[in-house]
């Protein structure tokens, strides 16, 4: 962001909201973001990791290494025995990241979200503190 107030609108409507966020960075430039929710109540014992990354660095192995970080540290922070993603099925690159952070594809969840009026499946992914 250019202006001091987009950088503090998107912080009060984005940031804010997670209680786990951590940019991803290049050099000086931030280039995607990496989020872990705890869940509450009976699932307090795990949590949900998300992440985006700008499309012009995919591929380049940033989003490999935010997601071993994000585990790595989340399992710390967060006190939690299993962390879980959901992943559109077209989404190959986004599998694959995972993957190769050991996550394990436990299913397919049919017409598990409504995304822009149409029920979308997900795979989803776990991993567990070893």
């Known amino acids: 962001y250019t202006e001091y107030s987009q950088a503090e609108d998107f912080f009060l409507k984005v940031i804010s909201n997670h209680g786990w ?3 991803i960075c290049s050099g000086d430039k931030v280039i ?3 989020t872990l929710e705890k869940g509450k109540g009976i699932h307090i014992c795990k949590a949900e990791l ?4 700008s499309r012009k660095y995919w591929g380049c192995g940033f989003g490999t290494l935010a997601v071993k970080l994000a585990i790595d540290q989340g399992f710390k922070d967060l006190d ?3 962390i879980e993603a959901f ?3 077209i989404n190959v690159g986004s599998q694959k990241v ?3 952070n050991n996550f394990t ?3 397919l969840l049919k017409n598990y979200v409504l995304q822009k009026g149409t029920l979308k499946d997900r795979y989803i992914y776990a991993i567990y503190k070893s």
Request: hydrophobic fraction near 30%.
């Open 50 to 53: 998300g992440y985006v990354l």
């Open 98 to 100: 995972l993957e190769k």
């Open 32 to 34: 995607g973001s990496v």
């Open 105 to 107: 594809q436990e299913g």
């Open 21 to 23: 966020y951590k940019a």
């Open 80 to 82: 939690v025995d299993r």
């Open 87 to 89: 992943v559109d099925p």
